[in-house]
Every structure is written in structure tokens, then in C-alpha cells.
């Protein structure tokens, strides 16, 4: 009789057999942060715990979507009783939970927009938008902006001015790219505020050289997520609004990340520059990590949609219940307030950061979404990609997760959660200001 062979143990640790079979198994393109990925095993509210055990503060949230804690047992104990009651049956069948969250969004967005669509990602609420848009003006162009980040779909990658994300077929027909309002680094090599926002003027130029001379719409992310957190000036929408209507564009605002009360006190990005948007967009921190996605209009502009229209999964009961019991915790905790005090109060920490450091060349952003440009040199502002992994991989070393963004992959995206406090800031700080210190130019 043989003898079976015994199994050989694994010299692998849990990361180390996660990260090799995901790499077997799944797709190469999907990107990993650090050089050794982080293998996340559970989280609570503003912290993740990898495989191993290890503790982290986590300032970036699944890019930006836990937006009120990991695992927050005021959002998960209304997902479990749904989950129990009625997981799904579709956009087919009509559910009390889509039109309690519908009548909410209605009851918070600004001006008149009150009419719904709900799918699964921002992907697809951007899309619908453009859809929309089109449908309704019956024009086709759509005038986007540099360094644009809107998705992965095919359409999606069109709008994406951002050469990383924007590989292979790209169907670009109708799509045109008008300057951003980039400060830091000014296209047109001019100053704010002498330049009184010249690169508005080029959206104008754009419709009248790049496009039919009618367009469908205008989109725009407040601050461009992907891109690094470019904020624009005050003054930036108000004159690119009027433009688009000038030729009669519908204005989507693209709030995937700017969205609930990310940049304080208002509820989406665009309020802050005192717009109104035909259609606005949203997804990530809406449902503090469930799956969702919301292209929200006016009734008139809804009801120029043509043919019919389904969501597989846009609206299921147990996603609406989330996204509910979301805002209606942002509302009952004040954290639009909080955003606006404790974001002042990181943004002038990370400035403080800047005093001690010459690596930032940049701070940037508002309320809980802000940004370090890192740069070689603050005079030259030579972009510095290398030390911004390195920062990174120091700072996950040290206990803290941030993200990265920018063209060139120097800028440090931090946005920490809507209920994070003072003393999380102060945490983050220590570990970002040790993490600089073990950057050697």
C-alpha cells in the first residue's frame, strides 16, 4: 500500500499567494498600488486591516467611495435587512426602496433637477448623461476638457483626456477637448488672476473651430479626480456656463467624486461655484461602497429621452437602501459642516507640510479632497513621479493609504472620509510628514 504524499507547506505569506493568484487569474491591466500590493482582510470605519494583520488609516477610501466609514454599522444593518427581505428584481418592477431614494436626491439636489436614472458605476452615469443630452438638444458634439477622467467604457474613454486611460479603440467621433483650468501649470502660460481666466475663452473657441457650432452638452468634473485635483478658479464655470447655453449645450456636471458633501458644506462640487447643471452625475461615496451610479435632470429634459430604457441593476432595493441610508447619515451627523472645518484645517496642515518639504510645489483642492503636487524643483516645477511612488510607499510602510493621480503621476490625492476628525488629520500628518522626511532626493 503507498503511502500518500504529504502536502508541502506554503513558504508563501497570505499577501504573497492573493497577489500571485491574482495575477494568474486576473486581467494584467488592472492596476495594484505599491510594490507590494496590499492584501485587505477587514475594515472599520477609518481603518483597513491587511491579511497579515497590519493596521492602516485610510485617507483615500476606495477613491473616495467609503464615504462615512468602512463598515459603518448605521449603513450595513439597513443593507442586511433589505438583503433579507428583497435583494433584486430589476428597473421592471417598481420597489418602495428607488423611489424613496429618488424622492430624497430630488429633495437635495439644486435647482429642478428631480428626475432619476440609477445604474451601477460612474461609467454608466456618464454615459447616460451624454445619451441624454443628445437625445433631448438633438445636437451630437460634446465638449469635454483636458485631463478629464470619466470612465472605462468605450464612450467613457472618448471624454477621458488622460493618454493612460485612453489605449486602444477609442471612438472619439463627436468628442472635443477644450483646455482645463490647470493654475498650477497654465496651458497658456499665463497667471491667475491677471489672466482673468483666459482658458474659459478657449470652451467658446473650441465650439466655434471643433464642433458643428451646436453642441449637446458640456461636462466637466468640479475637480478633476483622476487628473490630480485640479481645482479651477471662482470664476471658471459661471463663464463656461454661459458659453454652453450661448450655444445651446446642456451644462453636466460630473460629481463621481465631488459628490455628498466631499468639498463641504454644499452637497455637490458645482454648487460651490454657485452653477446650476442640467444633469448631474454621481456615484463611488453616494452608497459608501456599494455599487451605484445616478444621472439626475429636470423632468423636461428626462422626457426627451427616446425608445425605451432598463437598468439591470441600477435602483435594486438593497443599493437604493444604502445610498439612502448614506445621505440621510451625512445629513443626521452634519457632515457637510465637518468637511468644510476639519478640510480647512487638513488643507492648512498640508500647507504647513509644504513650508518643510520642497518637494510639494503644489497644494490644492477643498474640503475633504485635496492634493500635493510633487515636484523636483518648486522654481523649474519639474514633475517628480518617482519620489511621489516613493512618498507613497512610505506612507503605507508607516500606516496611512493615499492615493496618486495626475498626468505625469506626480500628485498625492488625499480624501479622507466625511466623518473624519482633527485628530485623523493630526495622525495623517505625523505619518505623511515621516514618510517625506524618508524621501531622499
Known amino acids: 500500500?503507498?503511502?500518500?504524499?504529504?502536502?508541502?507547506?506554503?513558504t508563501m505569506s497570505r499577501s504573497e499567494e492573493v497577489v500571485a493568484k491574482h495575477k494568474k487569474y486576473i486581467w494584467p491591466s488592472v492596476t495594484n498600488y505599491y510594490q507590494k500590493p496590499l492584501v485587505a482582510d477587514h475594515a472599520e470605519m477609518q481603518h483597513v486591516w491587511d491579511v497579515e494583520g497590519?493596521?492602516?488609516?485610510?485617507?483615500?477610501?476606495?477613491?473616495?467611495?467609503?464615504?462615512?466609514?468602512?463598515?459603518?454599522?448605521?449603513?450595513?444593518?439597513?443593507?442586511?435587512?433589505?438583503?433579507?427581505?428583497?435583494?433584486?428584481?430589476?428597473?421592471l418592477y417598481p420597489n418602495e426602496q428607488i423611489v424613496a431614494l429618488a424622492e430624497k436626491i430630488a429633495q437635495i439636489t439644486p435647482g429642478n433637477l428631480s428626475s432619476s436614472f440609477f445604474t451601477s458605476s460612474g461609467s454608466e452615469?456618464?454615459?447616460?448623461?451624454?445619451?441624454?443630452?443628445?437625445?433631448?438638444?438633438?445636437?451630437?458634439?460634446?465638449v469635454a476638457l483636458r485631463h478629464a477622467y470619466s470612465g472605462g467604457s468605450s464612450l467613457m474613454k472618448s471624454v477621458t483626456a488622460h493618454?493612460?486611460?485612453?489605449?486602444?479603440?477609442?471612438?472619439?467621433?463627436?468628442?472635443?477637448?477644450?483646455?482645463?483650468?490647470?493654475?498650477?501649470?497654465?496651458?497658456?502660460?499665463?497667471?491667475?488672476?491677471?489672466?482673468?481666466?483666459?482658458?474659459?475663452?478657449?470652451?467658446?473657441?473650441?465650439?466655434?473651430?471643433?464642433?458643428?457650432?451646436?453642441?449637446?452638452?458640456?461636462?466637466?468634473?468640479?475637480?478633476?479626480?483622476?487628473?490630480?485635483?485640479?481645482?479651477?478658479?471662482?470664476?471658471?464655470?459661471?463663464?463656461?456656463f454661459n458659453i454652453v447655453k450661448k450655444y445651446g449645450g446642456l451644462f453636466i456636471s460630473d460629481e463621481v467624486q465631488t459628490g455628498w458633501g466631499r468639498t463641504g458644506k454644499k452637497w455637490f462640487g458645482i454648487e460651490q461655484w454657485e452653477v446650476t447643471p442640467d444633469i448631474l452625475t454621481s456615484a463611488k461615496g453616494m452608497a459608501n461602497g456599494v455599487p451605484v451610479g445616478l444621472t439626475v435632470t429636470t423632468p423636461e429634459i428626462a422626457a426627451g429621452f427616446q425608445g425605451l430604457n432598463i437598468a439591470t441593476f441600477g435602483g435594486n432595493?438593497?443599493?437604493?437602501?444604502?445610498a439612502r441610508a448614506t445621505i440621510e447619515l451625512i445629513?443626521?451627523?452634519?457632515?457637510?459642516?465637518?468637511?468644510?472645518?476639519?478640510?480647512?484645517?487638513?488643507?492648512?496642515?498640508?500647507?504647513?507640510?509644504?513650508?518643510?518639504?520642497?518637494?510639494?510645489?503644489?497644494?490644492?483642492?477643498?474640503?475633504?479632497?485635496?492634493?500635493?503636487?510633487?515636484?523636483k524643483d518648486q522654481k523649474t516645477k519639474e514633475?517628480?513621479?518617482?519620489?511621489?511612488?516613493?512618498?507613497?510607499?512610505?506612507?503605507r510602510d508607516n500606516g496611512l493609504l493615499i492615493g496618486k493621480g495626475g498626468l505625469m503621476g506626480n500628485v498625492l490625492r488625499l480624501a479622507p472620509m466625511l466623518n473624519t476628525t482633527k485628530p485623523d488629520v493630526d495622525e495623517a500628518i505625523r505619518l505623511l510628514d515621516k514618510s517625506f522626511r524618508e524621501v531622499v532626493m
Open 1 to 10: 500500500m503507498t503511502t500518500p504524499a504529504k502536502p508541502v507547506p506554503s
Open 54 to 91: 497590519r493596521k492602516y488609516l485610510d485617507f483615500f477610501g476606495g477613491i473616495l467611495t467609503v464615504s462615512v466609514g468602512h463598515c459603518n454599522p448605521r449603513i450595513t444593518s439597513k443593507i442586511n435587512a433589505q438583503v433579507n427581505k428583497l435583494q433584486h428584481l430589476s428597473t
Open 125 to 142: 452615469a456618464d454615459e447616460a448623461a451624454i445619451l441624454i443630452a443628445r437625445m433631448a438638444t438633438g445636437s451630437y458634439d460634446i
Open 163 to 240: 493618454a493612460p486611460y485612453r489605449k486602444a479603440a477609442v471612438i472619439s467621433v463627436g468628442i472635443s477637448h477644450a483646455i482645463n483650468p490647470y493654475c498650477y501649470r497654465c496651458p497658456l502660460h499665463l497667471k491667475y488672476p491677471e489672466c482673468e481666466v483666459a482658458c474659459a475663452g478657449d470652451v467658446e473657441n473650441l465650439i466655434q473651430t471643433g464642433t458643428s457650432g451646436s453642441i449637446a452638452a458640456f461636462i466637466a468634473e468640479p475637480i478633476q479626480g483622476v487628473g490630480g485635483f485640479i481645482t479651477p478658479p471662482k470664476e471658471y464655470f459661471k463663464i463656461v
Open 317 to 322: 432595493p438593497v443599493t437604493s437602501v444604502a
Open 331 to 375: 445629513e443626521e451627523d452634519d457632515l457637510l459642516e465637518n468637511a468644510h472645518t476639519v478640510g480647512n484645517y487638513f488643507r492648512a496642515k498640508l500647507e504647513e507640510l509644504q513650508e518643510k518639504h520642497s518637494l510639494i510645489g503644489d497644494v490644492r483642492g477643498m474640503g475633504l479632497m485635496q492634493a500635493l503636487e510633487l515636484v
Open 383 to 395: 514633475p517628480a513621479p518617482a519620489q511621489t511612488t516613493l512618498v507613497m510607499e512610505r506612507a
